[in-house]
């Protein structure tokens, strides 16, 4: 089999590509790679051009919906004071248990440092941060501050 080497695209429905492009565009600051109106569908570049991909594609407002998740790899530094950045744009930071967070929240089985929020059509969006030394399954999910007294 061929060996897989990362995820290159990922694709979300919106009911608003307008809405849509307002969050993951101006929000989150992803970089348009192109947009299809005729299709309504819109794609960002992720980590540089010709790195990784998320398209946004227009379900309209039928009353069917999908909750999706797409986690966002992002550097341990800038994932500590994500729950503030988040605050401030009006996103409300959650843990893995979906309560409101002040701040990441360690996957020990990984161990990978996380913070959750939702995007306007209710798809949940994570950052994450690998983080280094080996794993430690027993202690479940943690928050970083517990994390960190045992790192």
């Not at 069917?64 to 401030?88: E, K």
């Amino acid at each position: 089999m061929i060996p897989i080497q990362g995820l290159f695209e990922a694709h979300l429905t919106v009911t608003s590509l307008d809405v849509a492009k307002q969050f993951y565009g101006e929000l989150l600051g992803l970089v348009l790679a192109s947009e299809f109106p005729d299709r309504g569908v819109v794609f960002y570049w992720i980590g540089g051009h010709g790195r990784s991909m998320l398209g946004l594609w227009s379900a309209g407002s039928g009353p069917q919906r999908l909750s999706l998740h797409v986690a966002f790899r992002v550097s341990v530094s800038d994932l500590l004071g994500a729950a503030s950045i988040l605050r401030t744009a009006g996103v409300t930071p959650l843990d893995f248990d979906n309560e409101p967070a002040d701040q990441p929240c360690v996957l020990a089985w990984m161990p990978a440092a996380a913070l959750y929020f939702r995007d306007p059509d209710g798809n949940l969006l994570e950052f994450l941060a690998m983080l280094p030394g080996s794993p430690r399954p027993e202690l479940g999910v943690v928050p970083w501050t517990e994390w960190a007294q045992f790192s």
